[in-house]
């Protein structure tokens, strides 16, 4: 293990109780996770996923609360790393403006990200790749009573 990867996520819950998901090619590998990525030298967690929010999704965020931090060891499906993830709920500043999909890993020409909405009673664990994400999804489900 060489080093650890801080990691920070947000969930954001449209007004129809659909939560965005960000379907992703890199590396080799299509996965499915929350919008977010890694902390840079110098930022803290919030300005981190408000930098990640701008860079993937071009939207301004607000951030509401704290939803999980990763409690159990889990190694970068990607390198040498040891994966620390931070989950917030967040919510838009104004409406998101993005070509959004229906079915996983739609992507348009020359992309290798797209975005969908899965509605919160129809949300399961397998519609995201990383354990993380899992926990993430299993906490929201119990915050939602669903």
Not at 23 to 48: C, N, V
């Amino acid at each position: 293990m060489s080093y650890f990867n801080v990691r920070v996520y947000g969930l954001l819950i449209n007004n129809k109780n659909e939560v965005l998901v960000s379907d992703e090619q890199s590396g080799g590998r299509m996965f499915s996770k929350f919008p977010g990525g890694g902390l840079e030298l110098g930022e803290g967690l919030i300005e981190a996923l408000k930098r990640e929010f701008i860079e993937e999704c071009n939207a301004e965020i607000e951030v509401l609360e704290h939803l999980y931090t990763t409690d159990f060891y889990e190694q970068s499906s990607f390198n040498d790393s040891q994966i620390l993830s931070i989950y917030y709920m967040v919510k838009e500043v104004h409406p998101l403006i993005l070509n959004f999909k229906t079915e996983p890993f739609d992507f348009d020409e020359g992309a290798l990200q797209s975005f969908r909405w899965i509605s919160l009673d129809k949300l399961k664990t397998d519609d995201v790749t990383f354990k993380t994400d899992k926990n993430a999804i299993e906490l929201l489900l119990k915050q939602y009573d669903l």
